[in-house]
T-cell receptor, first 114, second 115 residues
Framework: NAGVTQTPKFQVLKTGQSMTLQCAQDMNHEYMSWYRQDPGMGLRLIHY???????DQGEVPNGYNVSRSTTEDFPLRLLSAAPSQTSVYFC?????????????FGDGTRLSIL | KQEVTQIPAALSVPEGENLVLNCSFT??????LQWFRQDPGKGLTSLLL?????REQTSGRLNASLDKSSGRSTLYIAASQPGDSATYLC??????????????FGTGTRLTIIP
C-alpha cells in the first residue's frame, strides 16, 4: 500500500552540485509529474510523463532533467543546483491525464541549496 | 492563461462550526475541479473531484460545488473538527502540448479549527 514514494525527504546541497530526486509508484499509473511548491506561488509543473519513454516540459523546466525508463519510476535530476531551486518538490501520479483522475502525491522532498 | 485564486489565505474557526472555503478561476472552459488537503510536511491528498456536469460532490462531511458560469467552486465542511486543520487547495485541468494536461493550483487556504 505504498502509493507514491519520494526519496530523500530532506537534502541540503551546495551551489553547483547535482543530484537526483527519486519517485516511485506501485499503482501502475501511466501519468507522472513533478511539481515544485514555493510560498505564495502555489504548485508549478516542472516535467511530466504520459508513459514509459515519453516525457515533456512543464511550466518551469530549466535546470531540471527527467527520464522515464519504467512505468514505476520517474526521477528528477538537478543538473547544477542554484539557490533559486530551493523548494519543496512533489511527485504525483494518476492513471491517465492530470485532470481526469484524482492525483496521488508523494510526501515531498525538501531541498535547500546553499 | 488560467489563474486560480483562493481567498482567504488563512481561516480560523471554533470547533463544531460549519464553514465554506472558496476557489475562483478565470477560464470557465474546464471539465472538472479537484479539492486537495495538505497537512504540514506532507503531500497533497485528493478529497473530491467534481465534474462540470455534477455541480455538487459529497464525501462524508465534505461537499464541493462547482459553478462554471461564475468561475467559482466552494468546499463546505460540516461540523468542523480539530483534525480538519490543514491547508486546502483547489486545482483545475489546463491543456499543455499535444493534448496533454496539467493541474493549475490555487495557493490554498490554511484552515485552523480551534478546540
Amino acid at each position: 500500500n505504498a502509493g507514491v514514494t519520494q526519496t530523500p525527504k530532506f537534502q541540503v546541497l551546495k551551489t553547483g552540485q547535482s543530484m537526483t530526486l527519486q519517485c516511485a509508484q506501485d499503482m501502475n499509473h501511466e501519468y507522472m509529474s513533478w511539481y515544485r511548491q514555493d510560498p505564495g506561488m502555489g504548485l508549478r509543473l516542472i516535467h511530466y510523463s504520459v508513459g514509459a519513454g515519453i516525457t515533456d516540459q512543464g511550466e518551469v523546466p530549466n535546470g531540471y532533467n527527467v527520464s522515464r525508463s519504467t512505468t514505476e519510476d520517474f526521477p528528477l535530476r538537478l543538473l547544477s543546483a542554484a539557490p533559486s531551486q530551493t523548494s519543496v518538490y512533489f511527485c504525483a501520479s494518476s492513471y491517465t491525464a492530470a485532470g481526469n483522475q484524482p492525483q496521488h502525491f508523494g510526501d515531498g522532498t525538501r531541498l535547500s541549496i546553499l | 492563461k488560467q489563474e486560480v485564486t483562493q481567498i482567504p489565505a488563512a481561516l480560523s474557526v471554533p470547533e463544531g462550526e460549519n464553514l465554506v472555503l472558496n476557489c475562483s478561476f478565470t477560464d470557465s472552459a474546464i471539465y472538472n475541479l479537484q479539492w486537495f488537503r495538505q497537512d504540514p510536511g506532507k503531500g497533497l491528498t485528493s478529497l473530491l473531484l467534481i465534474q462540470s456536469s455534477q455541480r455538487e460532490q459529497t464525501s462524508g462531511r465534505l461537499n464541493a460545488s462547482l459553478d462554471k458560469s461564475s468561475g467559482r467552486s466552494t468546499l463546505y465542511i460540516a461540523a468542523s473538527q480539530p483534525g480538519d486543520s490543514a491547508t486546502y487547495l483547489c486545482a483545475v485541468p489546463t491543456t499543455l502540448n499535444f493534448g496533454n494536461e496539467k493541474l493549475t493550483f490555487g495557493t490554498g487556504t490554511r484552515l485552523t479549527i480551534i478546540p
